[in-house]
């Protein structure tokens, strides 16, 4: 007796988008869409977006052949979107800043930011303080033809008529960290 050798049969399973897999989507994002920040993530973008994980997972997972188990795999990895967008959105609303002007004054003080620096020069010495202001009047000036440091502070000695001896270097990295 000659025993028949069985085949296994293909099913082709080709996941459309347009149908129930889409109208899931359109559901869930009218009751979850308060979730995600509106400014970036309108519904049409979160529609997309979807779109985007469908055909990912169809080119990813070509065994899944029933209806029911890509549907179970899209859900669960647009589920997971929907928390990644919350989670950023509570990210981002937890540091945005206030809306009225006068709050956002309080919040960032003073909008030049040059108090400290204003401090540290008015301690500063004559000579670095003369040297800044040369360099600030100056700078392209200062740094043509000059190809170390060293060069620069010696020029710099050199125009203010200051001894040798004298860092500038040294003297500012001590007014800022000392």
């Known amino acids: 007796m000659q025993q028949t050798r069985r085949t296994r049969v293909t099913t082709v399973f080709d996941p459309i988008w347009e149908g129930p897999i889409k109208n899931w989507t359109k559901n869930f994002i009218r009751e979850q869409k308060w979730r995600c920040d509106e400014a970036i993530n309108g519904p049409e973008d979160l529609l997309q977006e979807g779109h985007i994980i469908f055909t990912r997972i169809a080119a990813r997972y070509p065994r899944v052949v029933e209806l029911n188990r890509f549907m179970a795999l899209y859900k669960a990895a ?41 401090a540290l020069l008015d301690e500063a010495p004559q000579e670095l303080k003369l040297a800044l202001a040369l360099v600030a009047a100056d700078a392209q000036g200062l740094k043509a033809n000059t190809q170390s440091p060293r060069a620069l502070n010696m020029k710099l000695r050199r125009i203010l008529g200051l001894e040798s001896t004298f860092d500038f270097k040294a003297a500012l990295y001590d007014l800022l960290f000392n």
């Open 78 to 118: 647009y589920s997971n979107l929907m928390h990644d967008k919350s989670c950023h959105k509570r990210r981002r609303h937890h540091d945005r800043a206030p809306v009225d002007i006068s709050e956002l004054h309080d919040l960032v003080g003073d909008t030049t930011n040059i108090g400290y620096i204003t």
